[in-house]
């Protein structure tokens, strides 16, 4: 009882906090994504990258500066790797193998921050600040800039135009998230995580034996990787480790970090585009499938058939840290899995197949509740534009969204959206299934070993991180599978956006009449909620029903 009651005063908790944060941080990335006016160290900046910050692009520059942005980001991030045991702070780490770095790059460029590797016997602290939680910082707002972008297109008439990469990449780092995370870098530290420059410590245990202990700046990186919606830990053991999450306070501090941002988006959306009440609509949807899951993994873990000593206890506490219980577990597996954070203060193996096959639905959504930092928002206004097609359908009439028709064109650029994750999971699934020695490397056989396989694409190509175990794939096969999944699960829907973003950009706004589609009202909410569910349950249903499914079943 007193479990359950402390898992339902966190979940009302956070709500509230939530709620609180959702008008004041997303009226104010949408000023910073509106103002006119640069910061003196922003133009410094400008001056020094030789950008005219009071020009805008139009989405095939756009699109350049992000990929070239992040292709100069990758192979930065893979010669700092390489090179870290001839940089200072390197504590006594080695050079990183080029497999394990070129996976590890295109993982924390991506925001998928996908490890194959453990943080603290593999990276000193300079790669660790000055690469990880670097790319930390910008993959997020490569995010959030790419979002403002399709935004501008549903705002913007009769130009070419959706914005200037390097302003908003540079607005977003310096005004949102480096305040935000110095903040609550703060706070960790106030809590009990860890913040310092030590090495590695050798002590002794109570039964006489020798461990390793390494040390680091490690609350920064804690607050910037939630907030970021990144996930990488700076230990192996991520966010159940006690240096990077010490106790339930910072448990629940966490899991509100990696929602926050996401959860507030909708109101950048609807100030941006004049109706605040289009915002309301997509975080109504957002709220209910994030509640949604949480119920139902919650359910799963207290309740599951099992013969384990745990289950005797009060539930499936097996792979769960006894700080948190099942609940905290089940709340940040939830958050973890709907947003692209990766972050996990449990292990999502160890969870019963109802639970853990909800976890990879989660991330086979799109991760569009509320999602990544603006990958998520940007996900849910595509289905959101599917949505409003179908309904089209239904009454025969051209479909309109926010004013702006939705033609061929860009049903095509939707449909492109749609398939393309989709696609880079099952492939790569498949392709590593069909090879036995990548089969292999799985510890376990039957249902349970595909889930772990679709798991692992599932999480990367949804550019989310989190991994089940019972796996091994420090291997070059799977280090460079994985690692193309990141990168064109990552780059390849946001061609579609931009090009979608400058399509709606060219076209006259047409006026609302009789016969519009509204879409702030709780039968849209509706729609766009059996379309985000039809549309994924038609496309995973086979995969899920080899795994998980077949695994509950069994």
Not at 150 to 156: D, K, P, S, V
Not at 391 to 400: D, H, K, N, Q, S
């Amino acid at each position: 009882m007193n479990d359950t009651l402390a898992g339902w005063l966190q979940i009302i908790a956070l709500l509230g906090a939530l709620a609180l944060s959702y008008r004041p941080l997303g009226d104010y990335i949408a000023h910073v994504l509106t103002t006119a006016k640069h910061l003196r160290a922003e133009r410094v900046l400008y001056r020094l990258g030789g950008v005219n910050a009071d020009v805008d692009q139009r989405w095939p520059v756009y699109l350049r500066s992000v990929l070239a942005f992040s292709a100069v980001s990758v192979f930065f991030l893979y010669g700092f790797q390489r090179l870290q045991n001839h940089l200072l702070l390197d504590i006594g780490m080695k050079a990183v193998p080029p497999g394990t770095s070129f996976n590890t790059a295109a993982s924390f460029v991506t925001n998928t921050n996908w490890q194959s590797y453990s943080g603290e016997s593999t990276m000193g602290h300079l790669v660790q600040m000055a690469g990880l939680a670097v790319q930390n910082f910008v993959s997020a707002a490569v995010g959030i800039a790419i979002v403002a972008a399709l935004i501008r297109g549903f705002t913007r008439r009769r130009t070419d135009r959706v914005g200037n990469f390097w302003v908003d990449l540079t607005r977003i780092t310096v005004r949102v998230l480096l305040p935000l995370a110095f903040v609550f870098a703060i706070v960790l530290v106030a809590a009990g995580a860890v913040e310092n420059l030590h090495g590695i410590h050798e002590i002794s245990t109570l039964v006489g034996d020798k461990q390793s202990i390494t040390g680091g700046p490690v609350a920064s990186q804690e607050a910037i990787k939630e907030l970021g919606t990144n996930g990488g830990g700076f230990y192996n053991a991520n966010s159940a480790h006690p240096f990077e999450n010490p106790n339930a306070f910072t448990n629940w501090l966490e899991i509100y970090l990696l929602l926050v941002i996401s959860f507030s988006l909708p109101r950048t959306f609807g100030r941006m585009v004049g109706d605040n009440r289009q915002g309301y609509a997509i975080l109504a949807v957002m709220g209910l499938i994030w509640a949604a899951s949480v119920a139902l993994i919650t359910i799963n873990e207290l309740h599951s058939v099992s013969s384990s000593a745990g289950h005797a206890a009060g539930g499936m506490l097996e792979g769960k840290e006894q700080r948190f219980g099942i609940w905290a577990s089940t709340l940040f597996a939830a958050s973890t899995t709907l947003t692209s954070t990766g972050a996990v203060n449990s292990f999502h193996d160890s969870f019963s197949p109802g639970g853990g096959g909800l976890t990879i639905f989660n991330m086979m959504l799109g991760e569009i509740a509320p999602g990544g930092t603006g990958s998520g928002l940007y996900g849910i206004l595509i289905l959101a534009i599917i949505a409003v097609f179908v309904a089209g359908l239904m009454v025969g009439r051209t479909p309109e969204y926010l004013g702006k028709k939705l033609g061929g064109r860009e049903m095509k650029f939707a449909s492109l959206y749609i398939l393309t994750t989709p696609a880079i999971v099952l492939i790569g699934a498949g392709t590593a299934m069909s090879l036995k020695g990548e089969r292999a490397n799985m510890l376990n056989s039957g249902p349970h070993g595909f889930s772990e396989v679709l798991y692992a694409f599932t999480s990367a190509a949804n550019n989310n991180g989190s991994a089940f175990a019972g796996i091994t794939v420090t291997s070059d096969w799977w280090n460079t599978a994985l690692g193309l999944a990141m990168l064109f699960g990552r780059f390849l829907p946001m061609i579609f956006v931009l090009a979608l973003a400058g399509s709606l950009a060219k076209q006259q706004p047409v006026p609302v009449t009789s016969g519009t589609l509204p879409t702030h009202r709780p039968q849209f909410v509706g729609l766009l909620t059996g379309v985000i569910l039809i549309v994924v349950g038609l496309t995973y249903f086979p995969a899920l029903a080899l795994g998980p499914l077949a695994e509950g079943l069994h």
